[in-house]
């Protein structure tokens, strides 16, 4: 197997902070590694040193040992509002369009428009039209596009929803690139990875194998460390006897003795503990009622509150919501929405990018009032809410000001010599982090979440998971990571669009086992959709609760449709048909990789109006069979 690089006695320090220190480690041809440690502790940092972004500090030695093209994906991305999709990418991909000639150039947009088709965007959109996760999409397909070598990736699928997730797991899993990335999404990794990689006090270790792998060597490792901090004590101990002898027995003793004694006296004050949040370190929430939230037919349109809305103007609603345009359209985002949220219910809410479900947080807080129906809130309900963009802090405060719990401190890994540090030298993620804790702090006995599992590291989801599990009030979760729902709820909340929101009790793994049995009875009785990536994804769940709902009812009376209903039923179930027929031909043309680039344009657009299309005769075919 080849080398492709090959790292040497490189360090990185911020003042007197030393994120690692003289490290050193080889990449092989094929290797795909996940580098995994606490934020603040350098991930990012190794990764622009390794992407030629940042320097060593200690100098060292980066060498790739092959002419391979390099293709790095950082956190955030630079764009031209103004600018459509297609320029977007094609203006990031310079180095890689130098050498190319007339030929590779159409080839290479060809790519490009494939994989923003596939990624569910039009190469002909501004990318001032698209929301937080829209954008991150756009960013990886100027990384993937190259088709490069060597991936260097920074949470690829932080802001991603699960269809664009799983697009890219499945893409990475079938690449034979060589891929070095730092992600938080325990599944993602393990279905993509073959390496692990632990940043950990400074030093490097690697670990063959899956996630699971990792867990266990790590834990014998820091065994194993802890055993030899055993030893060194005893043997500091009987140092010690010897420094505390007569002065007469020390005369004429060896320099060295007394040296080794400080190295010893050392090494025996470091253990590595694998943490864990104990309750004790909280105050419990408080007392929870009876009632928590009530919805009572809640329906929301933004555009039929432009004008009139207690908030002001569309735009506001825009930028408060990550400029996502589709929420910002006419359609409903909520629609009949009745439910009763009860005491210690642990729900997910899950959807597509853009859907509504920050929307519908902001209904459940008080922060949006609905354009229909009604909600009702219990009288003892205490709400802690973490936003995906709420951080405001004093960046002049100390940690401790910020949050004055030592116990809550220590657990979410803030060590003693961090609390006077000023919050504006922590990482992103250590802000994400102290964030959390102010929220925790307010004892809520409803706890909602949006998007938690963004800008934190693996270490701390865990550690966030086993406070969960224990938390004793309600918890309402809004994520696109698998792991972190499968842990921590056990009903679901899917947002299937046009406002239709349906229940399913269980978990995430479930929930998309059901959806997956679904398409694969519909693929092999209608042989209409090739594989299921290439199946509309946005109306999946409306095809399951459709079925669902069907066989819940089985046996009970169907409402008798009028004649007029019984042939607009018949007829549409002809036109689904035929609109899922050409939908899968648009999908073999773009897969095809022949067709010109107006060729391209127009079947991207009618593909773009073929799902709209085939959503709303879903609806209705849906409102006609119940």
Same mark, same amino acid.
């Given at each position: 197997m080849a080398s492709y690089l090959q790292i040497e006695n490189i360090s990185k320090s911020y003042g007197p902070k030393v994120l690692f220190d003289h490290i050193g480690f080889n990449v092989n041809e094929g290797d795909k590694i996940a580098l995994i440690a606490p934020n603040g502790t350098g991930k990012t940092s190794l990764m622009r040193i390794l992407a030629g972004k940042d320097k060593s500090d200690s100098g060292g030695k980066i060498t790739f040992l092959q002419e391979i093209r390099i293709a790095f994906l950082e956190q955030d991305y630079d764009f031209d509002p103004e600018a459509t999709l297609l320029d977007q990418v094609l203006s990031g991909s310079t180095p890689f369009l130098k050498d190319l000639d007339d030929a590779g150039r159409f080839e290479y947009e060809h790519r490009i428009i494939r994989i923003l088709t596939e990624f569910g965007l039009r190469p002909d959109q501004q990318m001032k039209e698209l929301s937080g996760g829209e954008v991150k999409r756009v960013a990886i397909t100027q990384v993937l596009a190259p088709e490069a070598d060597f991936l260097i990736l920074d949470e690829p699928t932080n802001h991603l929803d699960v269809d664009a997730i799983e697009y890219l797991e499945n893409y990475l899993r079938r690449s034979r690139c060589t891929l070095f990335m730092v992600t938080h999404d325990r599944y993602f990794l393990d279905r993509v990875c073959n390496i692990v990689m632990e940043l950990d006090h400074g030093q490097i270790y690697v670990y063959k194998g899956d996630y699971e792998n990792y867990l266990e060597k790590r834990a014998e490792r820091i065994a194993n460390y802890n055993a030899e901090t055993d030893k060194v004590r005893n043997l500091l101990r009987r140092e010690l006897e010897w420094m505390h002898a007569t002065p007469c027995a020390r005369t004429g003793k060896a320099k060295y003795r007394k040296q080794a004694f400080w190295e010893l006296k050392d090494r025996a004050e470091q253990t590595h503990a694998v943490r864990q949040l104990t309750m004790e370190a909280l105050e419990g929430a408080t007392r929870l009622g009876t009632k928590i939230i009530d919805?009572?037919?809640?329906?929301?349109?933004?555009?039929?509150?432009?004008?009139?809305?207690?908030?002001?103007?569309?735009?506001?609603?825009?930028?408060?919501?990550?400029?996502?345009?589709?929420?910002?359209?006419?359609?409903?985002?909520?629609?009949?929405?009745?439910?009763?949220?009860?005491?210690?219910?642990?729900?997910?809410?899950?959807?597509?990018?853009?859907? /509504?479900?920050?929307?519908?947080?902001?209904?459940?807080?008080?922060?949006?009032? =609905?354009? +229909?129906?009604?909600?009702?809130?219990?009288?003892?309900?205490?709400?802690?809410?973490?936003?995906?963009? /709420?951080?405001?802090?004093?960046?002049?405060?100390?940690?401790?000001?910020?949050?004055?719990?030592?116990?809550?401190?220590?657990?979410?890994?803030? =060590?003693?010599?961090?609390?006077?540090?000023?919050?504006?030298?922590?990482?992103?993620?250590?802000?994400?982090?102290?964030?959390?804790? +102010?929220?925790?702090?307010?004892?809520?006995?409803?706890?909602?979440?949006?998007?938690?599992?963004?800008?934190?590291?693996?270490?701390?989801?865990?550690?966030?998971?086993?406070?969960?599990?224990?938390?004793?009030?309600?918890?309402?979760?809004?994520?696109?990571?698998?792991?972190?729902?499968?842990?921590?709820?056990?009903?679901?909340?899917?947002?299937?669009?046009?406002?239709?929101?349906?229940?399913?009790?269980?978990?995430?793994?479930?929930?998309?086992?059901?959806?997956?049995?679904?398409?694969?009875?519909?693929?092999?009785?209608?042989?209409?959709?090739?594989?299921?990536?290439?199946?509309?994804?946005?109306?999946? =769940?409306?095809?399951?609760?459709?079925?669902?709902?069907?066989?819940?009812?089985?046996?009970?009376?169907?409402?008798?449709?009028?004649?007029?209903?019984?042939?607009?039923?018949?007829?549409?179930?002809?036109?689904?048909e035929s609109l899922n027929a050409e939908k899968a031909d648009i999908e073999a043309l773009l897969a095809a990789g022949t067709a010109n680039y107006e060729e391209i344009r127009k079947a991207s657009e009618r593909y773009e109006a073929l799902k709209s299309e085939l959503d709303k005769k879903e609806t209705r075919w849906l409102e006609l069979s119940l």
């Amino acid at each position: 197997m080849a080398s492709y690089l090959q790292i040497e006695n490189i360090s990185k320090s911020y003042g007197p902070k030393v994120l690692f220190d003289h490290i050193g480690f080889n990449v092989n041809e094929g290797d795909k590694i996940a580098l995994i440690a606490p934020n603040g502790t350098g991930k990012t940092s190794l990764m622009r040193i390794l992407a030629g972004k940042d320097k060593s500090d200690s100098g060292g030695k980066i060498t790739f040992l092959q002419e391979i093209r390099i293709a790095f994906l950082e956190q955030d991305y630079d764009f031209d509002p103004e600018a459509t999709l297609l320029d977007q990418v094609l203006s990031g991909s310079t180095p890689f369009l130098k050498d190319l000639d007339d030929a590779g150039r159409f080839e290479y947009e060809h790519r490009i428009i494939r994989i923003l088709t596939e990624f569910g965007l039009r190469p002909d959109q501004q990318m001032k039209e698209l929301s937080g996760g829209e954008v991150k999409r756009v960013a990886i397909t100027q990384v993937l596009a190259p088709e490069a070598d060597f991936l260097i990736l920074d949470e690829p699928t932080n802001h991603l929803d699960v269809d664009a997730i799983e697009y890219l797991e499945n893409y990475l899993r079938r690449s034979r690139c060589t891929l070095f990335m730092v992600t938080h999404d325990r599944y993602f990794l393990d279905r993509v990875c073959n390496i692990v990689m632990e940043l950990d006090h400074g030093q490097i270790y690697v670990y063959k194998g899956d996630y699971e792998n990792y867990l266990e060597k790590r834990a014998e490792r820091i065994a194993n460390y802890n055993a030899e901090t055993d030893k060194v004590r005893n043997l500091l101990r009987r140092e010690l006897e010897w420094m505390h002898a007569t002065p007469c027995a020390r005369t004429g003793k060896a320099k060295y003795r007394k040296q080794a004694f400080w190295e010893l006296k050392d090494r025996a004050e470091q253990t590595h503990a694998v943490r864990q949040l104990t309750m004790e370190a909280l105050e419990g929430a408080t007392r929870l009622g009876t009632k928590i939230i009530d919805c009572y037919d809640v329906g929301f349109s933004y555009s039929e509150r432009s004008g009139g809305c207690v908030f002001g103007e569309r735009a506001f609603f825009r930028e408060r919501n990550g400029n996502q345009s589709r929420e910002a359209s006419d359609k409903w985002l909520i629609k009949d929405f009745t439910y009763k949220f009860q005491r210690y219910d642990r729900i997910g809410i899950v959807g597509r990018n853009g859907i /509504g479900k920050s929307t519908f947080i902001d209904l459940l807080t008080g922060a949006l009032e =609905p354009t +229909t129906g009604h909600i009702e809130r219990g009288e003892s309900l205490k709400i802690g809410y973490y936003h995906q963009s /709420g951080i405001q802090f004093d960046e002049r405060q100390t940690v401790l000001e910020t949050v004055s719990n030592l116990g809550l401190l220590n657990q979410f890994l803030f =060590p003693h010599d961090m609390l006077n540090n000023p919050v504006a030298k922590l990482s992103g993620g250590e802000k994400r982090r102290l964030y959390l804790l +102010t929220i925790l702090m307010q004892q809520p006995n409803l706890l909602i979440l949006d998007e938690p599992t963004n800008d934190l590291d693996i270490v701390t989801l865990n550690i966030l998971e086993e406070y969960l599990l224990d938390f004793k009030g309600s918890l309402i979760v809004v994520s696109h990571d698998r792991h972190f729902l499968d842990r921590v709820v056990d009903h679901l909340l899917v947002f299937c669009g046009d406002g239709l929101i349906k229940d399913f009790v269980g978990g995430y793994t479930e929930y998309r086992t059901f959806i997956k049995d679904y398409e694969a009875e519909q693929k092999k009785q209608a042989k209409l959709r090739e594989d299921a990536r290439s199946s509309d994804r946005f109306s999946e =769940p409306r095809a399951f609760f459709r079925e669902r709902d069907e066989n819940r009812s089985s046996g009970a009376q169907k409402k008798r449709l009028s004649y007029k209903e019984q042939r607009e039923f018949d007829a549409l179930e002809a036109e689904l048909e035929s609109l899922n027929a050409e939908k899968a031909d648009i999908e073999a043309l773009l897969a095809a990789g022949t067709a010109n680039y107006e060729e391209i344009r127009k079947a991207s657009e009618r593909y773009e109006a073929l799902k709209s299309e085939l959503d709303k005769k879903e609806t209705r075919w849906l409102e006609l069979s119940l």
